[in-house]
């Protein structure tokens, strides 16, 4: 599995790991990744992709923003 979002593009950081004399030594920051069920609007099919939670939560809240717009339409 790559480590990197399929919808955002990120991906892993570097920088250092220092320990309590300063000293410092290379790492690796890595994204929070899931695997997810995700609904492509345009074919209405399930895609299964690998995001990161941000791009998780951005997806959630344009839901939560379509699905108030709907209703407020239908009233």
Known sequence: M?????ITGKGPGSG???SFSNRATRRRFLPNLIT???L??????YVRMTIS???LR???KQDRAAAKKA???LK
Request: proline share 4%; charged share 40%.
């Open 16 to 18: 250092n790991l220092r």
């Open 2 to 6: 790559a480590r990197r979002c399929e």
């Open 53 to 55: 939670t941000a791009a």
């Open 71 to 73: 209703i407020e339409v």
């Open 40 to 45: 492509d609007p345009k074919t209405g099919k």
């Open 58 to 60: 951005t997806l959630l």
């Open 36 to 38: 997810k069920k995700v």
